[in-house]
């Protein structure tokens, strides 16, 4: 089978219709035991007690926020260079998305900070960096509406995030450059300084996190593809 | 045919370079505003928060960098949108002379405009709000380095908002997270020698800065109105 096959929106409107359901059962599994591991078999810390527990939306949104705006600037530097329409389509549809979870990582770390920093908020240099990332989220939303042609909103805002995407290795290395409020990340290739029960806990987390945006950017791509071909005829058949 | 007339990355600099020049030499008025919005938003500081002198030369270069980026970014609509409006700018587009030259000219011209005369006031209001006088040179430094960068990601944001709906708010929302970066070394420069320690490691970073956004922003604006004009 050809594999631009699906690049098309009409055959990508139906696999994304099969896959999303998928994806997001995928995501309500995962969710459930990362719960279970979170709550029931991972100890209390010794040193914070049981609120340390926000960590497992916490870790896994952040990490979330990160990787979305990359795949986000993959898709919109792929139709850009190849002039692709499905692609800039995958963009708009995973931003809310990104927005979100940058959003849940701020708000879960604010109400983290009280309790075992002493204040909702620092200007740190890595919470600063992604509130950073959040007003980048906004900027491309609404700089891909800003048009009434959409491809011209497409093409702006895939160049927007291509130049935002400086700001990323910003986020993920500021705990490094800068000896800043906010911990260094406690999970390496090569080990862990955690115990494995929360280990565990947080990468199901992770992963059911990574399997709901996928679902979420499916459903969304599926509206988009129907508004931008609403006057084609395989629309109308449907 | 003589080399001009084919033409060359410096022949379209130069003459785009001059050409906004000679514009805003001839219509003082704009660049006059930009100046007089950056002495004003200083000097409003000191009545709002208090005239204590310490405090004053504690606060004074990170409000120093507020304000300039602040009247950097306001002069950002005028970059391209009236050439864009009169259609002169598809005109330079089917020039001889290759795109990125006259945008950087444009860039250029737009820094020698806004940038350069913020900087120069710089070390006068950073009088006004009392810092040392090395912590001043610093200041202007920072500022010399710094406003450049300024102008480069606004060009880049002013020609991705070209015909778009919301044009001044929406070019806030993209320009002032980009600029963050500029503003915390900036600042951290001025305040690290404030404070006895050396500015270099910041002022290297804008260095660095300037030096990556000179090399990749003309490029992305190049592309951006390529799109605009699609």
């Known amino acids: ?238 | 045919m003589s080399a001009a007339a084919l033409g060359s990355y410096p022949g379209g600099f130069a003459w785009a370079f001059s050409r906004d020049f000679r514009i805003a030499w001839r219509n003082p008025g704009e660049t006059v505003l930009v100046i007089a919005f950056f002495v004003l938003v200083a000097s409003l500081f000191p009545l709002g928060v208090g005239a204590e002198s310490r405090l004053l030369e504690r606060i004074g270069p990170g409000v120093i960098w507020v304000c300039a980026l602040l009247a950097a970014f306001l002069s950002l609509p005028q970059m391209f949108a009236t050439d864009y409006a009169d259609g002169s700018l598809e005109q330079m587009t089917l020039s001889a002379h290759p795109m990125i030259g006259w945008v950087s000219g444009k860039i250029a011209a737009h820094w020698i405009m806004t940038g350069l005369p913020l900087t120069v006031l710089s070390p006068l209001l950073a009088l006004q709000y009392g810092l040392q006088a090395d912590t001043l040179l610093v200041l202007a430094a920072a500022l010399a380095i710094g406003t450049p960068i300024l102008s480069l990601l606004g060009a880049a944001c002013s020609a991705l908002t070209l015909g778009a709906r919301g044009g001044g708010m929406l070019l806030a929302l993209l320009a002032l997270p980009l600029f963050v970066p500029v503003l915390i070394f900036g600042a951290g420069a001025a305040e690290a020698q404030a404070s006895g320690l050396s500015p270099s490691a910041q002022l290297s970073l804008l260095g660095a800065g300037l030096i990556v956004a000179t090399m990749a922003l003309p490029a992305a604006v190049c592309v951006a109105i390529r799109i605009a004009l699609d």
């Not at chain 1, 340390?52 to 990787?67: G, N, Q």
């Not at chain 1, 240099?125 to 491809?151: C, H, K, Q, W």
Request: charged share 10%; glycine share 6%; hydrophobic share 55%.
């Open chain 1, 1 to 238: 089978m050809n594999l631009f096959y699906f690049s098309s929106p009409a055959t990508f409107y139906r696999l994304a219709g099969w896959m999303a359901p998928w994806f997001f059962a995928l995501a309500l599994l995962l969710g459930i035991a990362g719960m279970y591991y979170g709550f029931a078999v991972a100890p209390t810390d010794a040193v914070q007690g049981e609120v340390y527990r926000v960590i497992f939306i916490h870790v896994p949104a952040a990490w979330m926020s990160m990787f979305l705006y990359f795949v986000m600037a993959v898709y919109s530097g792929v139709s850009l260079s190849f002039n692709t329409r499905l692609g800039a389509m995958m963009a708009r549809a995973i931003a809310p998305t990104g927005a979100m979870m940058t959003f849940v990582a701020l708000w879960t770390g604010a109400f983290w900070g009280r309790p075992t920093w002493g204040t909702y908020w620092a200007w740190d240099a890595r919470m600063t960096s992604e509130l950073v990332l959040l007003f980048l989220y906004f900027g491309y939303i609404a700089l891909s509406n800003a048009f009434d042609d959409p491809r011209r909103g497409d093409r702006a805002a895939a160049l927007l995030a291509l130049i935002g995407l400086v700001n990323l290795p910003i986020i993920y290395f500021s705990v490094h450059w800068w000896n800043t409020l906010h911990q260094g990340s406690s999970v390496k290739l090569t080990g862990t300084t955690m115990h494995v029960a929360m280990l565990t806990a947080m990468l199901l987390m992770t992963f059911s996190f990574w399997m709901y945006s996928i679902a979420t950017a499916l459903t969304r791509v599926r509206s988009i593809i129907l508004e931008r071909e609403r006057r084609t005829r395989w629309v109308r058949e449907l």
